[in-house]
């Protein structure tokens, strides 16, 4: 019988279950097969204006503070989960934790090996401000030395000996009374649906990279030339309610209106267009936040079906106005394509090893549909977006959740 607590997954839905467990004296292993914990959540920006706009990323910095430092959560980085034997009460679980080749103790994040790495894009990099642990990284599929390739140039310039290239994969098996999932979700690749441009026009970006862009700017410049953008446009639902993926990702229209409210507010001659199918304007307050938000902000209910670039660079969206019921051309310095949340895709893996089951979206699936945590097995819990699209104060919310039915499940079991 084992009173520990595993939790596989180091976003922020993992760690807010961890640190539930954690402080309900329960020692928590924190799976994560990254090699820092933090998710996406960590590399996001803060979109207050001179009002909080209440978008929570600030309840991120913290929640890895304490997670860091709590004396009863073991982190795993580089790590997955590849076996699963035994009940609720007595899992034993095998996990595999890929080489670290930077090692996190002895890495002052100096970015002396960034500057000497010869590959482009980068093989070596530092991880997103917040990260935990915050120590470079090292990309091994565009890693020269670790690609059969001749360089040493990182490692022998090291002031701290930080990197090593010799170590090997590890084994260990873990005892847990219960286990938690929280793998989070993968960002809907633009890049599928062809005709809006992404990746082959500079101007089109997703939320995501507008969110790493503030994250390290702090401001918003375009990528072709370096200027201010003075006309913005927001596409909604990409890569979300369509046949693909038939559901609503919940957080696509909440973080638009913000970035669209902090760039009027850093820019107010900036022109903010919103295209959508309908708004989603759930949770507290975000129904008058869309009305101020109107005030300032076109709002065109339309899909644009294509983006075509100028001469001058200038990007050119075709789109259906549905208002006004025929199709529209008009030209943008900026597009953002606000991406939907798409199910991981070692997801079905996973669901074998654990035997529990996913849903026909992808997702994993729950015993009952009034019931968002428990599984089809006794002792195995979901905790935020890998349940189905989250945004970051209803992930907390859930990992909360998730760890009290854990709780109750170490209970029962004693």
Not at 7 to 17: E, M
Not at 48 to 58: I, R
Not at 341 to 348: A, C, E, L, Q, T
Request: hydrophobic content about 35%; aromatic content about 8%; some cysteine.
């Amino acid at each position: 019988m084992s009173y520990s607590a595993l939790v596989i997954g180091g976003g922020i839905a993992g760690i807010a279950s961890a640190l539930q467990l954690a402080n309900c004296n329960r020692d928590v292993y924190l799976i994560e097969r990254e090699a820092t914990i933090g998710g996406y959540a960590a590399s996001f920006c803060c979109k207050a204006t001179e009002v909080c706009t209440k978008c929570s990323v600030c309840l991120v910095p913290q929640k890895l503070k304490e997670v860091k430092t709590h004396p009863k959560i073991s982190i795993l980085t580089n790590s997955i989960v590849s076996g699963v034997s035994g009940k609720a009460g007595n899992f034993q679980v095998e996990v595999w934790q890929k080489p670290q080749y930077i090692l996190p103790q002895r890495c002052i994040a100096c970015g002396i090996c960034f500057d000497v790495c010869p590959t482009q894009p980068k093989a070596i990099y530092p991880p997103s401000p917040e990260a935990v642990p915050y120590s470079y990284v090292i990309d091994e599929s565009q890693c020269l030395r670790l690609n059969g390739e001749e360089c040493n140039l990182c490692q022998g310039i090291c002031p701290t000996d930080a990197i090593n290239f010799e170590p090997k994969p590890k084994r260990q098996e873990l005892s847990a009374g219960s286990i938690t999932l929280a793998t989070g979700f993968e960002v809907f690749d633009a890049r599928e649906i062809g005709s809006l441009g992404y990746s082959r026009y500079p101007n089109v970006l997703t939320g995501l990279d507008l969110e790493r862009i503030f994250n390290r700017e702090g401001s918003l410049k375009l990528p072709s030339n370096g200027k201010e953008p003075q006309k913005i446009a927001f596409i909604q639902c990409v890569g979300s309610r369509n046949e693909s993926h038939c559901y609503c990702s919940q957080a696509c229209c909440k973080y638009a209106m913000r970035f669209a409210r902090l760039i009027k507010y850093q820019n107010p001659n900036t022109e903010v267009t919103i295209f959508y199918i309908d708004l989603q304007t759930a949770g507290k307050g975000f129904a008058e936040f869309y009305e101020e938000c109107k005030e300032s902000i076109r709002f065109i209910p339309g899909v644009p079906v294509e983006i075509l670039e100028t001469p001058s660079n200038e990007l050119e969206v075709k789109f259906e106005n549905i208002l006004e019921g025929k199709v529209n051309r008009e030209v943008f310095d900026l597009v953002v394509l606000s991406v939907g949340m798409v199910p991981r895709k070692g997801s079905w893996d996973l669901a074998r090893i654990l035997g529990i089951n996913l849903g026909d979206d992808g997702f994993f699936d729950t015993k009952e549909p009034s019931n968002p945590v428990e599984t089809n097995v006794d002792g195995v819990f979901l905790a935020g977006a890998c349940q189905g699209p989250r945004d970051i104060p209803d992930s907390i919310a859930h990992g909360t959740s998730a760890a009290e039915k854990a709780m109750e499940a170490l209970q029962r079991c004693r």
